[in-house]
T-cell receptor, first 113, second 112 residues
Framework: EAGVTQFPSHSVIEKGQTVTLRCDPISGHDNLYWYRRVMGKEIKFLLHFVKESKQDESGMPNNRFLAERTGGTYSTLKVQPAELEDSGVYFC???????????FGSGTRLTVV | EDQVTQSPEALRLQEGESSSLNCSYTVSGLRGLFWYRQDPGKGPEFLFTLYSAGEEKEKERLKATLTKKESFLHITAPKPEDSATYLCAVRPLDDSSYKLIFGSGTRLLVRP
């Protein structure tokens, strides 16, 4: 079974630019989550999709962040415009319906300069 | 406010030297407590889920236990390959959300 795939693995962009992160969950997993870890802090929840619907987006920091999940398959997280404090590692995870156990991807390390 | 605190922040052990990592939590209600292992440059890897006080789970040299306020991850006779960051997370008792609240982790280094 293929795992959760994220790309790019690293991205360096200038402040004010736009970046789009992509996540391919495990096939058949209805639940998809985005988390991030900023320097020195714990991993924090951003949002949760069930299929293509946003179930919980209470962790999204502001309206510069936009997440989508096309057809209940892959998901994208766009940051526009990026700010310095957006730097960190963005993790995607997925789980089957009703299952609490997440499988995480390896993350995208975003650096805003 | 729901909170997870892990201690110690870092732990150095000699190979074979057993120890325990602590995860204390404050939540209005607990649906589950999770332990993950994270290697550098990788995402967290699931280890255990504990649901109720008194529950224990084991996997190789690792054993996780749960009380009403904290969880312990016991490492018996560790090997260098057990070196990693160990993360604890809780899922609050809230039917509307699947989100996990993570602690900052314990960085474990096992020296040969």
């Amino acid at each position: 079974e293929a795992g959760v795939t994220q790309f790019p693995s690293h991205s360096v962009i200038e402040k004010g630019q736009t970046v789009t992160l992509r996540c391919d969950p495990i096939s058949g997993h209805d639940n998809l989550y985005w988390y991030r870890r900023v320097m020195g802090k714990e991993i924090k929840f951003l949002l949760h999709f069930v299929k293509e619907s946003k179930q919980d987006e209470s962790g999204m920091p502001n309206n510069r962040f936009l997440a989508e999940r096309t057809g209940g398959t892959y998901s994208t997280l766009k940051v526009q415009p990026a700010e310095l404090e957006d730097s960190g590692v963005y993790f995607c995870a997925s789980s089957p319906r009703g299952n609490y156990g997440y499988t995480f991807g390896s993350g995208t390390r975003l650096t805003v300069v | 406010e729901d909170q997870v605190t892990q201690s110690p922040e870092a732990l150095r052990l000699q190979e074979g030297e057993s120890s325990s990592l602590n995860c204390s939590y404050t939540v209005s209600g607990l649906r589950g407590l999770f332990w993950y292992r994270q290697d550098p440059g990788k995402g967290p890897e699931f280890l255990f889920t504990l649901y109720s006080a008194g529950e224990e789970k084991e996997k190789e040299r690792l054993k996780a236990t749960l009380t009403k306020k904290e969880s312990f991850l016991h490492i018996t006779a560790p090997k260098p390959e057990d070196s990693a960051t160990y993360l604890c997370a809780v899922r609050p008792l809230d039917d509307s959300s699947y989100k996990l609240i993570f602690g900052s982790g314990t960085r474990l280094l096992v020296r040969p």
